[in-house]
């Protein structure tokens, strides 16, 4: 890598940090409006929305898979299900695991 790449990583990394750095070092000294305390509560699900939506409905990275042979959609929606209707998120990661795990070995058996 060039010298001006290796710049532009370390400026990067410098501003990540000092933006991260100065919610800890100011502490309670910031106080928020209520209308951004509210947003950022939704900041943890639109992250995690982001990185699982694309890997579910696009598993290879190229194709939109929205049939019964994407396990990784049949997880998801049973890992939601499981959610929603018990509202316990140990349960809804167990058994959208087990349905993703157990369709993968049915589809590898079946074909």
Do not use: C
Request: charged share 15%.
């Amino acid at each position: 890598m060039s010298a001006d790449e290796w710049a532009i990583i370390a400026g990067m990394m410098a501003v990540t940090f000092l933006i991260r750095y100065s919610f800890f070092a100011l502490g309670d000294r910031i106080q928020f409006p209520p209308l951004v305390k509210r947003a950022l509560r939704y900041v943890p699900v639109a992250v995690l929305t982001a990185i699982t939506v694309p890997m579910v409905l696009l598993p290879d990275g190229q194709h939109w898979q929205l049939d019964v042979r994407n396990a990784w959609l049949l997880g998801a929606l049973a890992s939601g299900l499981i959610a929603w209707r018990y509202n316990k998120l140990l349960a809804a990661i167990g058994g959208g695991m087990a349905v993703f795990f157990l369709w993968r070995w049915l589809m590898a058996v079946s074909f």
